[in-house]
């Protein structure tokens, strides 16, 4: 789903992690300087019968705020497999980390969406978000090895 996902932003060629990178990311211990994952996910599948091991996730974080003095969700990927779109998973996924911001009392879920990808803001958009268009993400990347 990671390169399903990447293949629909253009980006497929961007996609270097591996299997157990990923598994080390959300499993693994120590990430954290108290031993606590640095990464969650939240999935969903169509039950037993399901033609699909997975039919989508949510990758996620927290992050802290000087302004508020608190943390926030940061949503770094949602994505549904095409074909089971539109079967309420990619909304489930949303209220179920809206969830975890209420539960923990996070005042901020946030995340990032290309600014051609349309459908995915009009869903946003329905989900009650709004964009912030004075805030510019920017990024500097580094060699992991």
Known sequence: MVCGLAEFERARDQV???PEMLEQLLFGRGSTPNGAPAAYAHVVDDGPGSPFALAGFALWGVRASTWTGRYSLYLEDLYVRPERRGSGHGTALLEALAQVCLERGYPRFEWSVLDWNEPANV???????EPLPEWVLWRRTFDGS
């Open 123 to 129: 869903f946003y958009r329905a989900f009650g978000a």
């Open 16 to 18: 270097t992690s591996s």
